[in-house]
DNA sequence: CCACCCGCTTACCTTCAGGTAAGTACCCTA
DNA sequence: TAGGGTACTTACCTGAAGGTAAGCGGGTGG
């Protein structure tokens, strides 16, 4: 559920609660394409990670937050993190 | 450095500080080909996270075992699988 | 003298994640 | 009427991950 390029980064931006529309995401992480980025988002959605939230305007403007269980990510991959740090 | 349909399985096998054999991992993960199982074992010699210990007999025998720093990550992956239970 | 054991190594092939580029729908503004 | 902003969607292509199968080295049991 975590594996790929693409779905531990774009899970750090939202870290926080921060809610983030689809743009904020792509300026946010530069070197992804537009495919990627909604096709990991809406994986994250059906996995039940990421909250999908569409304003029904013109243009359009959809966006994204972490869920409740995927905020509880957090400290885990926080740990990892500091796993990866203390190597020796 | 945990990348990969490997790495987890094989990490899970040598939790505990077990020290297995080439042939006991085979064994123990029988849809990994040679190939991929030293590939990954090697990798993560290099990453420190496992250590190779040869003895220099006929037939050979080489055990695996995890460093300190690999051992550490039990508790964290330990959390992961936590996270991924608690799933709503 | 042959076959076997174990831990690889090599060559070759298939599959799929991910990249690129273009297009769509909708309304708004100039 | 033309162009732009936003959030996608689609078609096509490439490289790397991983699978399969065969071979090697060298001592040992039959």
């Known amino acids: ?16 609660g921060k809610l983030l529309r689809f ?3 792509e300026r946010a992480i530069p070197t992804i394409s537009q ?10 959605e059906t996995d039940g990670i990421v909250t999908r939230i569409v304003h029904h305007q013109v243009p359009p403007k959809v966006e994204y937050q972490l869920t409740e269980w995927g ?18």
Not at 1 to 16: A, D, N, Q, T, Y
Not at 35 to 44: A, E, G, P, V, Y
Not at 71 to 88: H, N
Request: proline share 4%; charged share 20%.
């Open 1 to 16: 559920m975590l594996e790929g390029r693409w779905k531990l980064v774009i899970l750090f931006h939202l870290f926080g």
């Open 23 to 25: 743009s904020d995401l």
């Open 35 to 44: 495919k990627m980025l909604i096709q990991q988002l809406r994986q994250m």
């Open 71 to 88: 905020q509880s990510l957090c400290p885990v991959l926080d740990a990892l993190l500091t796993w990866a740090e203390a190597k020796p």
